[in-house]
């Protein structure tokens, strides 16, 4: 298949700096040279690609917004081209980053006291330590205010009692950001891998983020060092916290993936000769590829003004619900309508779009369902929450 030079069909190239596109290029020629040959070999398998991990610190892509502690300072656009270029390759590629720098990283930055942040954050941004994030629960997903697992104070420990599900990089992780009712209150905690009473299991039969490890934590009478917990986090304003940071990235996560099979499409399309000319030909067919070059760019635009917004300091978390749901929602759209235009071969792995679409399933409902993020516009724009 031709090479992928991007899809920019607006000049939205000529809205970004150098500097972002220079990252935006680094981060496209890792995934074009490092990810596509590897990563078919890995969703089949069901694994994720572990050999790539220490790579991707070095391009300083853990925590590329925090600056300092071995960190890139990146602005968020930056950060968020190197999220779309991920997603290009793969979901799960972008996940482990996600779930590094947005959900371990961040609440360690923001809530954590300077002790854990030089302990913990030089390690996670070359990606010696991988972090993973509990928060959902068997029972509560979609309403985590509801969880069940708690903390306990007993003399310089916390005792950790209850179990987390669907958690992204849960049996490779060397630390798990847990979430945890203390007299009542949601708090953050350290947990290090290998803690008596802390254990995982990963998750298998998915036909959907095969190339990424998804497991259930289970603590029992889990002890930890009292200093172990985040102290500015107190309520469930503190995971919402990070998972703003993560639904931002997996914004512009759903135009790579989109970008992705647009490309595949057009190319197969171009060359698929049927009744004696390209099936790009037909009508039909130019109507699916005009339908995903005009969502992709409106895509395009929305993260961007999100982008600039979060770099000015005045985005508001239903912006980013916004941008989360449009762009992912488009994508599994495209990757679908993608799938049709390769007609059989849609369904094979040798072909990218199948598993985009299989992958695009998942994103749709992890970090807020879609339809979550329609009731958080909705209550921004009613003032009236309809959750409950
Ligand atoms: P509600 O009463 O609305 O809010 C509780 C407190 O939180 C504050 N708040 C926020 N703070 C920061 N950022 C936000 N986005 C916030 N939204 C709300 C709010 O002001 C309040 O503060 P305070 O001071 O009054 O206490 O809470 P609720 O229980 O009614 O829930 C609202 C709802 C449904 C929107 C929320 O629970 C929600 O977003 N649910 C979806 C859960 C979710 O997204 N889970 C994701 C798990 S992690 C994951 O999926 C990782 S996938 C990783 C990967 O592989 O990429
Ligand atoms: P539910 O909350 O049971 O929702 C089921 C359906 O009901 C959905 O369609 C939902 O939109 C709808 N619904 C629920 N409530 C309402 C309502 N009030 N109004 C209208 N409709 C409603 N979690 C983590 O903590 N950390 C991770 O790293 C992580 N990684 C994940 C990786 C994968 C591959 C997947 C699939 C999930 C991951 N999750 C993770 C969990 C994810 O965040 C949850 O799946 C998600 O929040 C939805 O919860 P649920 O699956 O329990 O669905």
């Known amino acids: 298949m031709k090479k992928f030079d991007g899809v920019d069909f607006l000049e939205i190239d000529g809205l970004m700096s150098e500097d972002e596109i220079a990252v935006r290029d680094l981060a496209r020629k890792f995934v074009s040279e490092k990810v596509i040959p590897i990563i078919e070999g890995h969703n089949r398998a069901g694994t994720f690609p572990m050999d790539l991990v220490p790579e991707m610190g070095e391009l300083g892509f853990y925590g590329a917004t925090i600056d300092g502690y071995g960190c890139a300072g990146l602005s968020n656009v930056q950060y968020g081209l190197i999220m779309q270029e991920l997603e290009r390759g793969d979901s799960g590629l972008r996940s482990f980053v996600s779930v590094q720098g947005a959900l371990c990283m961040y609440p360690i930055f923001a809530y954590g006291n300077e002790e854990q942040r030089k302990k913990y954050l030089p390690g996670m941004a070359t990606g010696k330590i991988i972090g993973c994030f509990g928060l959902t629960e068997p029972d509560f997903g979609s309403n985590p205010s509801g969880m069940l697992t708690t903390a306990r104070k007993d003399g310089n420990s916390f005792i950790l009692n209850g179990s987390k599900m669907w958690i992204t990089n849960g049996g490779i992780a060397q630390l798990a950001i847990v979430w945890a009712k203390l007299d ?28 990424s490890v998804t497991s259930e934590l289970a603590m029992q009478d889990c002890r930890i060092p009292a200093e172990n917990m985040l102290p500015d986090a107190k309520g469930l304003k503190g995971p919402l916290g990070c998972l703003n940071q993560a639904r931002y990235g997996i914004a512009w996560g759903g135009v790579g993936a989109a970008m992705a099979v647009y490309h595949e499409a057009l190319e197969y399309a171009k060359t698929r000769i049927q009744f004696d000319r390209p099936i790009a ?8 590829l005009a339908w995903m070059i005009r969502e992709i760019t409106k895509a395009q635009l929305l993260v961007l003004q999100v982008g600039r917004l979060k770099d000015k300091g005045t985005v508001k978390p239903e912006h980013i619900s916004l941008a989360k749901m449009n762009n992912v929602h488009i994508a599994l759209q495209a990757a679908r309508m993608a799938r049709e235009i390769l007609g059989a071969n849609g369904i094979t792995d040798e072909y990218q779009s199948g598993r985009h679409m299989c992958n695009l399933e998942s994103v749709y409902t992890y970090e807020g369902t879609h339809d979550i993020h329609t009731l958080i516009i909705g209550e921004a724009i009613t003032g009236i929450p309809a959750y409950k």
């Open 184 to 211: 009542g209150v949601i708090r953050g905690f350290l947990v290090e891998a290998g803690t008596p009473g802390y254990s995982t299991k990963d998750q298998h039969g998915k036909f959907s983020l095969r190339a």
């Open 281 to 288: 030909g037909f009508q039909m067919v130019q109507e699916k």
